[in-house]
């Protein structure tokens, strides 16, 4: 039970959680403006991955405690 308690004051679990919900939302976009299309880069995706993996990184390196300690 601490555990869940930990998860919702972690940054990390509320940065994918947040990613989660925005995913949809952008593909969303994308399939229903077509105009958008052409100012977006071919490889738009592969830069998104690599600022989530990032930002997982630097959460991590700012994570301190377990969840079962916050």
Sequence with gaps: MKTLRGMSKSLTIWFNGMLIALFPIF???HDVMPEIQSYLPDNVYKWV??????????????????????
Excluded: Q
């Design 27 to 29: 593909e969303l976009v």
């Design 49 to 70: 991955g690599i600022i989530v993996v990032m930002g997982n990184i630097a959460l991590r390196f700012k994570t301190t405690k377990p969840l079962k300690e916050k």
